[in-house]
């Protein structure tokens, strides 16, 4: 298949919350991924049927944070002082349901945010619309699994304090 060039929102949200206390609810409504669950599932013989099980409860809200690099850390020894933090999130469950007619879905899950501050010490999340991007694979179920994240990510904010529908627009 040839390579072909798509087009991609990319999305801010402006949270109009404190970097620190935006940071702090992310974390909280996407709570980490504990690989120990799963490791046990698959030790104890167990089945899909139980990573779902295990998902929903982790969970709650479909989303899971995979991984978190904190940019702050680092780059303020280059001076700046702009405060970040990057994440991976996703949900193991939903990545299954795109992959099984698309390999290619994994390119894009799990979903890569940013967190960032603006010079007032705001928070604003960066991120690519997931729609658009499982869209763009051209796979009509893989497209509509990319709207039920849209509304997930949505929801993520709404648990933050941040209505963000309008960003996803």
Not at 9 to 27: C, I, M, N, Q, S
Not at 126 to 150: C, Q, W, Y
Request: a negative charge; proline letters at 6%; one cysteine or more.
């Amino acid at each position: 298949m040839p390579s072909e060039i798509i087009t991609v929102k990319r999305v801010d949200v402006h949270t109009g919350l404190p970097y620190a206390e935006f940071v702090t609810a992310l974390e909280k409504a996407a709570p980490p991924l504990d690989p120990g669950v799963f490791e046990l599932i698959e030790e104890e013989g167990g089945s899909w049927d139980d990573v779902r099980a295990a998902m929903a409860k982790i969970a709650p809200h479909h989303l899971i944070r995979y991984w978190r690099i904190n940019g702050t850390q680092v780059l303020k020894l280059a001076g700046g002082p702009t405060r970040s933090v990057e994440y991976l999130i996703g949900n193991h469950v939903i990545a299954q349901s795109m992959f099984q007619y698309n390999p290619r879905a994994l390119l894009y899950a799990p979903l890569r945010m940013m967190v960032w501050s603006e010079d007032n010490g705001d928070a604003v999340c960066t991120m690519h619309r997931p729609s658009d991007e499982f869209r763009s694979l051209g796979n009509s179920e893989v497209a509509k699994i990319g709207e039920d994240l849209d509304r997930y990510v949505i929801e993520l904010f709404r648990l933050c304090g941040v209505d963000a529908e309008q960003d996803f627009a």
